[in-house]
Structures are given as C-alpha cells and as structure tokens.
C-alpha cells in the first residue's frame, strides 16, 4: 500500500513505470500498428484537451502545491543530500565548492569542466552516449536551483559524465566542431538562441542527454524506455502540451497543437533529426533577412524565438521525422516508438513548478521534472 506522503508525489509517478497510487504496477500494452504505444498513467486520456497544462498537474498531484521554500527542501530530502553533514547552499557558489558537493552526493558521475578538451578524447560510442550536456551563463558561479539540478542528474545516473559549459564553451564548442555555421550562429541575437542552436549541434556531434539547468532528473536514463527494443533507440523526445486545434496551442503561445520539448531531450551521434537541425535555422535566418524581419516585426523577438530555434522549430523537424516513418505526432501523444524515434507522453515531461504552482507568484525557480520519479 503507498503511503499517503507518496501518493502527495503521485504525479512524479508518471509514465514509464505504469504505476497507480493503489501501489500496484500495471503492465504496459502495446498497440497493433506502426508504433509502439505506451500505456500512460495519465488520467486525463481520451478527453479533449481543453484543460491547461497547470490544470493537469494540480489535479495529477491530487491537489498538493509545493510552496515556496518546501520546493527546495523537499528537493533535497529526495535526493537524499540534507542534513547536518551536507546542506546545499541557498545563495550562488563558486564551482570549487559546487565540485566538491558533487563528489560527496554524487560521488558516481564524472563531472567535466573542460567538456571541449574531453570530447576531443573520447571514444565514438554506440547508441545514445553516457553524456550529460548542460550549459549556463557563467559556471564559476552556480546558482542553488542549477546544483541541485546537477546533482539530481548525477545521482540518478552512475557512470555517466556530466559535461558543464557556458556561454564561452558554446562558441568554442560550435567553431570548434561546426565552423561553416558560425555566420548563422552570429546573426542569432541573443544567448537563448545560441543555446538553442548549440544542444542541436552537440547532439548531432557526440550524442548524449541535453538537459537545461533548472530540471530534476527524477529517474535513471536506462529506465525511460526499453533501450534493448529493436530498432535501439536513437532520439528520444517528450511532449510538451497538446492542444485541440491550431487556434488553441497560439492563444496559449504555443506554435504546434502536439509541441516537443527541447528543454530536455537525447539522441545517439549524428542521428539525422538532431543534425538537420542547422540547416532548418540556417535557412529560416535566411528566409528572415529576405523578408525584412517581417515575422519577429508581427510576433516580437521573445515569440519570434520559438519559430526561428526554439520548441517551434524543433517540433517541425520531430513532426517531420514521425511522418516519414509514416507516424503522425497526434498518435503518440500517450507515449510510443516509431523506428528508432521514442516519444514520452506529456505527463513525462509536461508538469513544471511554474505551471502547477501557479498561485505562488513569489517562486523564482522552475523545476520541471524529466521523466518518472520510480522512488519515494
């Protein structure tokens, strides 16, 4: 029987591992077609998706609300790094002391903070590496919420290598390894934009796990999907949100009624989604300046962003890739695989701390979970 502190994280509880708050695990079916469908946990499945997303996770988390400073504190007792011997800091630190809590609390991942010099030596891998991408601004200063992300991927994920960059490390990393990109890569305006085009390209060119800085890893990678199905998972990908029509998903400033995270996602080396990706920025720059900015003059730059390298883009080419295997995004929508291309279901990726904590303005930090907590 779960308990009730456990069923208060209910919708940590999320897909992969079927599970329901009764404490029984149910097996996932799977469904005769061209995909492999993942049963979900869901429980909002087969209604139309009118409800927000916030909506959702209030009611998946069945009314709980983390609030304010409990969000940390409850963070850190999951990961099992409070207490009197090891209490995160709550203020920016510098990255001698942030090395070191890592290797106390999660003595089990390599961290790297030369990734450029490390990637130069490592050796081509098979499948999806074990390497976690993260990027900040500057990483001799880590805020408390970007070390506790690091810790949650590095806890959950032994054996892997954690690779650290900022803002310098993108641009060496792209002209470094992407030369012929770097006049597209100047004329993106902001840091976003780099960032966005950068996790595309350092996928494409050694494969691993891109995550942002302000997520949790609530689960080990091996456990997200069947990594021994055949063919052997070579992208995987969440949802995001799904809206009814087109009309909806733009009043809610979303650019696609089944829109793809790109907040978190992973891919073997050179899989072809990540690696068009460029030439898919490349040309939409390009069609930009032949209108005169006439989209980002109609949108503004912040919504413009989407389209040009954000989840908008990204989602085109996902979309793109699923209908070439003769799959369309709406179908996996509750989670499935197409070929070599895995989709986890909305409930995966979809619930942050933004959305379900809505009511607390005063909470800065976004936690948003990636994929199911199977612990608690």
């Known amino acids: 029987m779960v308990t009730t502190e456990a069923c208060r994280l209910l919708w940590l509880l999320l897909v992969l591992g079927c599970f329901s708050c009764s404490g029984s695990v149910k097996p996932c079916s799977t469904a005769a077609s061209n995909s492999r469908q993942l049963k979900s946990v869901w429980p909002f499945s087969g209604q139309r998706p009118a409800i927000r997303t916030g909506a959702k996770c209030n009611k998946a988390s069945m009314g709980h609300v983390w609030r304010g400073d409990s969000i940390y504190e409850e963070l850190q007792e999951f990961l099992r790094v409070n207490g009197p011997l090891l209490h995160l800091p709550r203020e920016v630190t510098d990255i001698t002391t942030a090395t070191t809590i890592m290797q106390l609390a999660a003595p089990d991942i390599q961290l790297v903070l030369d990734p450029l010099l490390y990637l130069k030596v490592l ?129 809610a400033t979303y650019v696609h009624k089944t829109q793809i995270t790109q907040w978190t996602m992973a891919s073997k080396r050179a899989h072809p989604v990540v690696c068009r990706m460029g030439g898919a920025i490349k040309a939409f720059v390009e069609q930009e300046a032949a209108d005169g900015g006439r989209i980002e003059q109609q949108m503004g730059h912040d919504a413009s962003i989407l389209l040009r390298t954000g989840p908008g883009i990204w989602s085109r080419e996902v979309h793109s890739y699923l209908q070439q295997m003769g799959s369309q995004p709406e179908d996996l929508v509750e989670g499935g695989q197409v070929t070599d291309a895995v989709v986890l279901p909305q409930a995966a990726f979809g619930c942050n701390f933004r959305q379900a904590c809505a009511a607390e303005p005063s909470v800065g930090d976004v936690w948003r979970f990636a994929a199911a907590l199977n612990r608690v």
């Open 123 to 251: 050796p081509e891998p098979s499948g999806i590496p074990k390497l976690v991408h993260m990027t900040m601004k500057d990483k001799r200063q880590v805020a408390p919420h970007q070390l506790l992300s690091m810790l949650s991927w590095g806890r959950f994920n032994k054996g892997y290598a954690l690779l650290l960059y900022d803002d310098a490390d993108i641009e060496q990393y792209m002209q470094q390894f992407y030369p012929a990109f770097m006049p597209t890569f100047h004329q993106l305006k902001t840091a976003v934009e780099k960032s966005d085009a950068w996790r595309y390209h350092v996928l494409c060119g050694h494969g691993g796990i891109y995550t942002d800085t302000d997520t949790i890893c609530a689960r080990p990678f091996s456990e997200w999907t069947n990594f021994n199905s055949t063919p052997e998972p070579g992208l995987l990908v969440g949802i995001e949100d799904r809206f009814y029509t087109q009309e909806e998903a733009e009043e």
